[in-house]
């Protein structure tokens, strides 16, 4: 979020932090402590101990006085959008399909802002640091999805985006300024998108758009792999054909809703 945003007199800090608080908890960090929160919402211990007690009080949140974890009550925060999101209804038994064919991890994601957000997975083994699950965020420009979602897009738009992302090299392969241009052109032209070690050391990630009812690209699926198990080849030989199925009858099915 820019810093105008962060100045302008509509934007509420406590509200802000009080998110950053919740955002801290996540599959690989459940329960955290007083001090393991503060430092991941970067806040002071103080801050943190307040909204943690007005979530618990709310339901949000519950603790045994060291450790706190979100309650399910949490998920009511994405239940307005998720119920009328019908994209990862229909688009999972597609990857269901999908993943039995290549028998791989599969997932499909749309864009906010600068990040995908994952809204659907399969998955067969875990091939990343970090654990994969409904709402993880990851940069777009970094990823395979991410790169499909940002060539859909108009190049105005595209520069935008571009322009807002903090395009730090996540290791030594990741494309960032004209390279990554130049990167999004030929996806907009191949109509698919494949990361090489960009987003991770080992992973290999091929991604297709699905489109609208209007032709507009409003989500992305992908087939995950390691770079040391599986040869490029056999992706694009295997994997590529098998995703453009996949994301054509996607395609197909949003066109009837």
Known sequence: MSDQTHDS?????????????IRTFDGDHASLSLSEVAKRASIPRAAARRFL????????????ERLFSLTPHVLELGF??????????????????LSRRVDESVS????????????????????????????????????????VLLAGMTDAARSVALEASAMAP?????????????????????GWAMVDGELEPGLRSIAAPVH??????????????????VTEERVRGDYL?????????????????
């Open 80 to 97: 307005s959008y998720l119920s009328g999101l019908s994209l990862p209804e229909i688009v999972q038994p597609h990857l269901e399909q």
């Open 53 to 64: 007690r007005t979530l618990e009080t709310l339901g949000y949140v519950r603790s045994d």
């Open 9 to 21: 007199a509509d934007f509420v800090q406590s509200l802000a932090r009080g998110l950053s608080v």
């Open 108 to 147: 499909a994601a749309v864009l906010d802002g600068t990040d995908i957000v994952y809204v659907a997975r399969v998955h067969t083994r875990r091939i990343m640091s970090v654990r994969i699950t409904i709402g993880t965020r990851f940069p777009a420009y970094a990823t395979s999805m991410g790169r």
């Open 212 to 229: 609208g009812r209007d032709g507009s690209v409003v989500a992305a699926l992908n087939v995950s792999t390691s770079t040391h198990r």
């Open 170 to 190: 996540l290791t030594e392969r990741t494309r960032t300024g004209a390279d990554l241009v130049a990167e999004l052109d030929r996806v907009r032209a191949q």
């Open 241 to 257: 054909p098998a995703l453009l199925e996949t994301a054509a009858a996607v395609d197909t099915e949003l066109r009837l809703v």
